[in-house]
């Protein structure tokens, strides 16, 4: 099986609502670059084929450029380039590397093997930095987009008293079990389905973390904030730089205020409180 790379560019004005039905349509992540074509990405040419047909009945006249990607061992291609990196008292590591700890610092052992969520990319990097710093032990923690655990395992390994993970794509799910088993904390849960149905249903929480599309982040604020107790954090990230002047003004509208900030690589991450 070969995956195939499918490029095309919106108009501005439409980016984000293009982006956001291919996950939905594609159930894979969308390459986003500012500047830049969006990459949505098919595990089949049948696939590619069918995802093209759809595209041009939902959004007609947008043109596309597909092409095959190399045959890679994504079982352990995702292995390459991975080592220890600190955020804070945070240190996130695969389960093959040594990382010698300073006192003080917790250790959050990953291996994020074909979800996403491995400490490399920014939007990841730039919750972490705020977890870290806003959480406080007892939290409750909901995570949602969980992918490989990173979030929610790291929350409980901070003190959190309960950690549970929202995530649409099912394959995520052993994954990020598995590390949490790695991590001696099996009982952080994480549930296959919407953030926006599970989300209110979980229980008030002290912190909820969306680590998704700007789009799907506006879209489910109103869950995210009865998710939350009265003067709970969320933290939203998952956009570039550039999206923090559009977003803003929708958390705020929401009845958000906005009590820290964090870039990374040119990915922004930001708290708000309830």
Do not use: K
């Amino acid at each position: 099986m070969s995956w195939w790379a499918l490029e095309l560019t919106p108009p501005e004005e439409s980016r984000d609502a293009v982006a956001a039905w291919l996950v939905e349509r594609s159930g894979q992540a969308v390459e986003d670059r500012e500047g830049g074509p969006l990459v949505a990405f098919a595990p089949s040419d049948a696939a590619r084929s069918a995802l093209e047909a759809a595209l041009r009945d939902e959004h007609p006249g947008l043109a596309t450029a597909s092409r095959e990607l190399p045959t890679v061992d994504w079982a352990t291609a995702w292995r390459e380039g991975l080592g220890p990196r600190r955020f804070g008292r945070l240190v996130i590591s695969p389960s093959w590397v040594e990382a010698p700890l300073a006192p003080g610092e917790v250790l959050v052992r990953l291996d994020p093997e074909t979800a996403f969520g491995s400490g490399e990319h920014g939007s990841t990097r730039a919750a972490l930095i705020l977890l870290e710093r806003l959480l406080t032990p007892g939290d409750v923690v909901f995570d949602l987009g969980s992918g490989s655990g990173i979030l929610a395992i790291a929350a409980r390994l901070l003190g959190a008293s309960r950690a549970v993970g929202v995530e649409v794509d099912e394959e995520a799910i052993p994954v990020a079990e598995r590390n949490a088993a790695r991590n001696g904390v099996p009982e952080v849960r994480f549930l296959i389905g919407d953030a926006a149905v599970l989300t209110p249903l979980l229980g008030p929480a002290d912190i909820v973390l969306s680590n998704i599309l700007r789009l799907i982040n506006v879209a489910i604020l109103p869950e995210v904030r009865l998710a939350l107790r009265p003067g709970g954090i969320a933290i939203f990230s998952g956009m570039e730089e550039s999206e923090a002047p559009a977003f803003l003004p929708e958390l705020e509208a929401a009845g958000f205020v906005v009590v820290a900030e964090s870039r990374d690589g040119g990915w922004w991450a930001v708290a708000a409180r309830a």
